[in-house]
């Protein structure tokens, strides 16, 4: 699974207070990043989750 987070982002950082070993945010561009190119299986989940409680929906999964 992958995932990635658009422009779209808001910056309110929910993703990175939900999952920090997958979700940092960068202050320089103003918005979270994720760290890898593919998510660890034991993270997916909560990395769905993250999704799914965007506020922004910027966060795009590939399974």
Avoid: W
């Amino acid at each position: 699974m992958k995932a990635s987070i658009s422009k779209q982002c808001m910056g309110d950082r929910n993703c990175n207070k939900l999952c920090p070993e997958v979700f940092e945010y960068n202050e320089d561009q103003l918005l979270s990043i994720v760290k890898f190119d593919v998510i660890p299986a034991h993270l997916e989940d909560i990395v769905r989750r993250a999704a799914r409680e965007c506020g922004a929906e910027a966060i795009t999964i590939e399974e």
